[in-house]
T-cell receptor, first 114, second 114 residues
């Protein structure tokens, strides 16, 4: 079974600071990787996903993530955060093919201070 | 992006009663839907996978007789919490799987059992 760990539970940044949220997964096979965002009072939305190809994936709102297979990592980055990025961010993984069970990390709460 | 709705958004019920939560994919057909439970300060926990026209697949530790799932059409799945107890109070989220292996999440239902 797969598992996902997010090391940062709560991150506080000032506007314009750079962001990197860690995500590591554990699974013996090929995976699909996702980052979801949940803004206050809203539902989960997909930020970006990696299925195959270029390991550097660009998503919405200036976010990107890099899949490093050797490190089993899929860290989320943004060069300059805005107050509107305040939200909770979840990393998720599914085994590729077949039954699409998604395993989520515990989430990282990002607070951006104006 | 695709839209998934949940109804009701919030429900308060007495202990021992049953509560039904609906999940609808509004602009695409979904043969597979998922039901999650989100605990405070924790990640989403997959409860079950709902397949249109067949029995749901429950995750280990989830009581199928307590959390009844019905996926009667390609756009509707329902979760019924039977004989609810205060420990069932939680945030329940559904998602619908669209072709291309992308999940779209509903806004969630806050259940409070008194």
């Amino acid at each position: 079974a797969q598992s996902v760990s997010q090391h940062n539970h709560h991150v506080i940044l000032s506007e314009a600071a750079s962001l990197e949220l860690g995500c590591n997964y554990s699974y013996g096979g090929t995976v699909n990787l996702f980052w979801y965002v949940q803004y206050p009072g809203q539902h989960l939305q997909l930020l970006l996903k990696y299925f195959s190809g270029d390991p550097l994936v660009k998503g919405i709102k200036g976010f990107e993530a890099e899949f490093i297979k050797s490190k089993f990592s899929f860290n989320l980055r943004k060069p300059s955060v805005q107050w509107s990025d305040t939200a909770e961010y979840f990393c998720a993984v599914t085994a590729r093919g077949g039954y699409q069970k998604v395993t989520f990390g515990t989430g990282t709460k990002l607070q951006v201070i104006p | 992006g695709a839209v998934v709705s949940q109804h009701p958004s919030r429900v308060i019920c007495k202990s021992g009663t049953s509560v039904k939560i609906e999940c609808r994919s509004l602009d695409f057909q979904a043969t597979t839907m998922f039901w999650y439970r989100q605990f405070p300060k924790k990640s989403l926990m997959l409860m079950a996978t709902s397949n249109e026209g067949s029995k749901a697949t429950y995750e280990q530790g989830v009581e199928k007789d307590k959390f009844l799932i019905n996926h009667a059409s390609l756009t509707l799945s329902t979760l019924t919490v039977t004989s609810a107890h205060p420990e069932d109070s939680s945030f329940y989220i559904c998602s619908a799987l669209r072709a291309g292996n992308e999940q779209f999440f509903g806004p969630g239902t806050r259940l409070t059992v008194l």
